[in-house]
């Protein structure tokens, strides 16, 4: 994969949720992506309050008001961020990401990483040691409202080489950070 960056940062956005249902990819590609574009990553997971990794990993779907303390730290790690940072964050419905654009205050870049139930389960099965099972991957799917048009979103389909996600990514993004 090339670590050139084909486009002057300052087209990209400086900040960026990586988002999808479990499984598709987003701490896989929001490493890569990082190193592309010169930014830093963190892995929303990581923000969960240890009663909703619990939850999910005894197979209960998270409610909103699980999600609703996730998210304020998703957006503030976002907004805290130094320079340009990218959140891999599942995001699933508007509400969620109106939520961190409101925690954030200002632009945010929402990059959905889209696949079929099939490829994402595939995938799934194929991980060793994440918290969350494929049995809730119904829920999520159920969960999901893609960015509308209005939404300062791209989607992306994640059936395809990483290297190939990345680069579409990298190149849709240019032009959203101004």
Known sequence: MST????????????????GVAGCGKSTVGAALAKRIAADYLDGDDLHPPA????????????????????TRVGEALASGAGRTI????ALKRA?????????????AFVHLAGSPE??????????GHFMP??????????????GSDENAISVDIDQPLDAVVESIASQLRGMGK
């Open 96 to 108: 969620y990401r109106d939520h961190i654009r409101q925690i954030v205050g200002g632009p945010v």
């Open 4 to 19: 050139a960056v084909s486009q002057p940062l300052s087209d990209l956005p400086q900040r960026m949720v990586l988002m």
């Open 87 to 90: 959140i891999g964050c599942s």
């Open 134 to 147: 494929s049995a809730l991957l119904a829920s999520q799917f159920a969960a999901l409202e893609p960015p």
């Open 119 to 128: 490829v994402i389960e595939e995938r799934m099965s194929a991980r060793k």
């Open 52 to 71: 909703n990794i619990d939850k999910m990993s005894k197979g209960i779907p998270l409610s909103d008001d699980d999600r609703w303390p996730w998210l």
